[in-house]
């Protein structure tokens, strides 16, 4: 018997449901007959079954291996700020409707997990934003998205956009998405921003609806420091992954600038983003037919 890749074993959910528990269930299951130990973090919602099986999300960051997460992106989401950022790989099992993120599906749970623990698995590296607000000692992380916005429906902000420092523009908006290449598909499709493979080193700023018919998108390097300065008696607050409502004032300015660490996504081996775009996105009528010789 081979020995399994990863030894020690969290399951999380931020969901709590019948069908993430049989999920769970079915986990288990695999994970003991290959001998695995697992635990669940004190965080996810399914943790309270096995109280001999908890623990606190720093001991869970300190001794495990990998984290699987099950239910849609937005678990593996709160997955990836919790642990991920620790440099613990996530695998996502998905229950949602997209899962750009999460893709073994049930349906093919125990065979993809005894692959993947058995070493045949594609790492995919994928980057965090990280936010400071001057003055404040927190740090902010991100894996989609961080956005700059008012807090109300259909009212606008004035903001400066600085760039390595230097000035980019003054701009009157609902707000602004800033986002990294997995964001890409998430609330900067929605606001009919490019796509971008996982790949590319970039981050996307999009302005939601602007008060200006030439403002369009701008992708810069990953590597670069972005600033943000509300202007006048603006209101704003500032988000992380739909996550935190942090207000921010005139005399503070917002940093945002890719983070020290990055995560590390296991995908079985047939994994393909553009499969997934394909699919889920419905781009395209179907397969090239093949033509016979």
């Given amino acids: 018997m081979v020995s399994p890749k990863f030894k020690n074993v969290a399951i999380y959910s931020s969901l709590k449901d ?32 096995e109280k001999n099986k908890v623990y606190s999300d720093r001991a869970v960051a300190k001794r495990s291996d990998l984290i699987i997460a099950i239910g849609g992106d937005g678990t593996l989401l709160s997955a990836a700020r919790n642990f991920g950022s620790h440099k613990i790989p996530v695998l996502g099992i998905n229950l949602g409707n997209l899962g750009f993120l999460t893709d073994i599906p049930p349906a093919d749970l125990t065979y993809a997990l005894n692959k993947i623990m058995q070493g045949n698995f594609v790492e995919d590296k994928r980057v965090f934003l990280e936010a400071n607000i001057e003055g404040k000692k927190d740090t902010y992380k991100a894996l989609n998205e961080i956005v700059l916005h008012s807090g109300s429906i259909a009212q606008l902000i004035e903001y400066e956009l ?17 986002s990294t290449p997995t964001g890409s598909t998430a609330y900067n499709l929605s606001g009919n921003g490019p796509i971008l493979s996982p790949e590319v080193k970039a981050i996307t700023l999009l302005p939601m609806f602007p008060h200006s018919l030439n403002a369009r998108t701008l992708i810069t390097s990953e590597d670069k420091r972005i600033k943000l300065k509300v202007s006048g008696k603006s209101k704003a607050y500032l ?40 699919t889920k996105l419905g781009w395209s009528l179907g397969n ?3 033509i016979s010789s």
């Avoid at 288990?28 to 004190?42: A, H, Q």
């Avoid at 600085?162 to 800033?178: N, S, T, W």
């Avoid at 995908?267 to 553009?274: C, K, R, V, W």
């Fill in 239 to 278: 988000s992380m992954d739909s996550h935190d409502n942090i207000k921010v004032t005139s005399s503070e300015e917002v940093y945002i600038e890719k983070g020290k660490t990055e995560l590390t996504l296991i995908h079985p081996t047939d994994h393909s983003f553009f499969s997934s775009c394909r």
């Fill in 162 to 178: 600085f760039i390595d420092d230097e000035f980019v523009y003054r701009q009157r908006a609902d707000g602004l998405i800033i």
């Fill in 18 to 49: 019948k069908k993430v528990v049989d999920i769970a269930d079915q986990v288990e299951e695999v994970l003991s007959n290959l001998g695995v130990r697992f635990v669940y973090p004190l965080s996810s919602k399914i943790s309270r079954r």
């Fill in 288 to 290: 090239p037919s093949r």
